[in-house]
T-cell receptor, first 114, second 113 residues
Framework: ETGVTQTPRHLVMGMTNKKSLKCEQH?????MYWYKQSAKKPLELMFV???????ENNSVPSRFSPECPNSSHLFLHLHTLQPEDSALYLC?????????????FGDGTRLSIL | AQTVTQSQPEMSVQEAETVTLSCTYD???????LFWYKQPPSRQMILVIR????KQQNATENRFSVNFQKAAKSFSLKISDSQLGDAAMYFC??????????WGAGTKLIIKP
């Protein structure tokens, strides 16, 4: 399935670097999500956007900065990350935040902080 | 706190046999949705099956079926005729009243040829 595309697939960065993760969905959905996936832990919801407006920020540190220019694109800007931020970052989309329809996921970006 | 528990970190099954993955959850809500997602190694998380809590009939999708016990707050996934391509992490999730997914920690399924 190529409905949700994430780039890059892998990213290695130092703690002082600035980088961005990109997500694009081709499903005509209105809601987009960022999740953090760490080994042996449940997925952690980070941010939710609905019609490009942020509706949820689950107490995420300010070193993670999301951006949603339109309903099809979602970015996660990274700055001054910590080693514990190393994880798989998943983007997902759905019809809308008030829909019971399932979320569709991208392949994720594997982030390693040196 | 509302939680979803997958008590089996890892399961293995012989190819062509049947395996059941367990999931329990905690909620005071009466109407909600439950999902099983599959995440193959280095590949996308995809939906396996979905169950609406107000429906008594268990959902089925080809070789995948659920045993939904609402009173016990249990939502197990049965995979029949296991295939090598079924090897993956399986995640159980419940959609809460805010339409957000609450996830379990996952079960790694190994298929033995």
């Amino acid at each position: 399935e190529t409905g949700v595309t994430q780039t890059p697939r892998h990213l290695v960065m130092g703690m002082t670097n600035k980088k961005s993760l990109k997500c694009e969905q081709h499903l005509g959905h209105n809601a987009m999500y960022w999740y953090k996936q760490s080994a042996k832990k449940p997925l952690e919801l980070m941010f939710v956007y609905n019609f490009k407006e942020q509706t949820e920020n689950n107490s995420v540190p300010s070193r993670f900065s999301p951006e949603c220019p339109n309903s099809s694109h979602l970015f996660l800007h990274l700055h001054t990350l910590q080693p514990e931020d190393s994880a798989l970052y998943l983007c997902a989309s759905s019809e809308g935040i008030y829909s019971n329809q399932p979320q569709h996921f991208g392949d994720g970006t594997r982030l390693s902080i040196l | 706190a509302q939680t979803v528990t997958q008590s089996q970190p890892e399961m293995s099954v012989q190819e062509a046999e049947t395996v059941t993955l367990s999931c329990t959850y905690d909620t005071s809500e009466s109407d909600y949705y439950l999902f099983w997602y599959k995440q193959p190694p280095s590949r996308q998380m995809i939906l396996v099956i979905r169950q609406e809590a107000y429906k008594q009939q268990n959902a089925t999708e080809n070789r995948f079926s659920v045993n939904f016990q609402k009173a016990a707050k249990s939502f197990s996934l049965k995979i029949s005729d296991s295939q090598l391509g079924d090897a993956a992490m399986y995640f159980c999730a419940r959609m809460d009243s805010n339409y957000q997914l609450i996830w379990g920690a996952g079960t790694k399924l190994i298929i033995k040829p």
